[in-house]
């Protein structure tokens, strides 16, 4: 978050050259810890998905090119290491990097096989393994298509779009592997999506931009609900892109964090203003201003009831109508996440306080969605507020830091009722179409 500027959606406009050896994996970025599962060797889960992403293909292809034949991949597969690295692509000399990527001159997929790959898989999953040669396959499906003169962030949101299309696809039972997919495994994978995010502060039309997390994981999941036709008719006129360079000097060498203190200052005081405005037009009544303390661990105040979040670090109290959270652990996720997973926290127990003062529910996965929307439709005031000065504003990362609090605080591994991917969903559709969606 920063103080003065400004933080606009793009649209993004400019056309630039496409890099063909896009996508790279590992950041130093912070991760949500996730659940390992793994029961194969990377080896085979790589070869199990992408025979399973050929079948996908085979059948899936004729449906968005006017019925022409999928062709599979010509060039081969091309597991790398950095004694043995890729093939050379085009004039471009194979080198070893902590990548996956699919070369269009010779119609072949190479991935690390040394150091990614098992890593993805040792701390995300199988399943994220297998996302990994769906998008890259994807780029394939583009190529046959012949669609290749967009944006690369349009490209990298498309073929995570297709990505998730063929995860529909084997959710549905059509797959011979990865039958029997959870939400538990899909939030471990989402999770992993966040370490294959660009760094933020990355422009969107930079050659080399995939996306943050907040627009590749709304690319997958629009895959896994509409298919691969949804995706195929991405171009750069109607995706929402909120990824934005740094343009602050301050953003860039903090990450855009403010200070700890300074950031839940900034948020409640936020907070208040909006529900000050919004809280009337969703109800017909005033705000009146909420109470919000900190508290030492073991010290919580008094709540008979608390409609606690966080195994009860934090909490809005029904009766006293009072906020309180536990300073030490908020600020451990600041650290770990960063600020902006701060106002994810503060922010839903804003929402909660909403819905128990209109006399709504915060229970089941019902009252979950909701509080989550209403936590969205903050940020979408945020995000609207374009040059004002002296505005409040959300600064590069900060969606991708709100995406990675809500995993961390509610995953389908954690039993809340709603799994991670369906937080993520309503949250972002209070992010994208504000109050009024979450009604
Ligand atoms: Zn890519």
Redesign the pocket.
């Known amino acids: 978050m920063t103080g003065h500027r400004a933080k606009t959606l793009l649209g993004a406009g400019a056309v630039v050259l496409v890099v063909l050896a896009?996508?790279s994996g590992g950041t130093d970025t912070p991760t949500v810890a996730a659940s390992p599962a793994a029961s194969l060797p990377p080896a085979e889960v790589v070869e199990r998905a992408l025979s399973d992403i050929e079948r996908y293909w085979t059948a899936t292809y004729p449906t968005i090119s006017d019925g022409k034949p999928f062709q599979p991949i010509q060039g081969g597969y091309h597991p790398y290491t950095q004694s043995t690295p890729p093939p050379a692509c085009g004039g471009e000399e194979g080198v070893y990097q902590p990548n996956a990527?699919?070369c269009p001159v010779g119609d072949f997929i190479a991935w690390d096989a040394e150091k990614l790959i098992p890593e993805l898989q040792s701390n995300f999953g199988q399943l994220l393994v297998a996302v990994v040669m769906a998008?890259?396959y994807?780029?394939a499906v583009q190529h046959r298509l012949g669609v290749t003169d967009q944006p690369t962030v349009v490209?990298?949101q498309q073929?995570d779009c297709y990505a998730g299309a063929w995860i529909a696809d084997a959710k549905a039972g059509h797959a011979g592997s990865f039958t029997g997919i959870t939400p538990a495994q899909i939030d471990d994978a989402l999770a992993g999506m966040l370490q294959l995010r660009d760094q933020p502060g990355t422009s969107a039309t930079n050659p080399g931009a995939?996306g943050n997390a907040f627009d590749r994981i709304r690319a997958f999941q629009d895959g896994v609900e509409n298919g691969a036709t949804k995706c195929a008719g991405y171009n750069s006129d109607n995706l929402p892109i909120t990824e934005v360079p740094f343009t602050r000097d301050r953003d860039a060498a903090t990450g855009g964090n403010l200070p700890y203190e300074e950031a839940v200052d900034t948020i409640v005081k936020d907070a208040e203003a909006y529900w000050a405005k919004a809280y009337p037009q969703l109800t017909g009544k005033p705000w009146t201003p909420l109470k919000v303390q900190p508290f030492e661990p073991g010290s919580a105040p008094v709540c008979a009831d608390p409609d606690a979040i966080a195994n009860g670090a934090a909490f809005y109290c029904p009766d006293g109508d009072f906020i309180a959270y536990d300073d030490q652990k908020l600020q451990a996720l600041y650290e770990q996440l960063g600020d902006n997973a701060v106002g994810l926290l503060l922010g839903d127990l804003y929402a909660r306080a909403v819905q128990h003062r209109r006399g709504q529910s915060t229970e089941g996965s019902a009252g979950q969605l909701t509080v989550d929307c209403l936590n969205g439709s903050w940020t979408n005031d945020l995000l609207k507020r374009g040059n004002q000065p002296d505005a409040t504003t959300l600064s590069p990362g900060d969606l991708d830091e709100a995406v990675a609090a809500l995993l961390a605080l509610g995953r389908a591994t954690k039993g809340t009722g709603a799994s991670g991917f369906d937080r993520i969903a309503a949250y972002r559709n209070g992010v994208l179409n504000g109050l009024s969606a979450c009604k």
């Open positions: 896009g996508c990527f699919y998008h890259e994807g780029h490209l990298e073929a995939h």
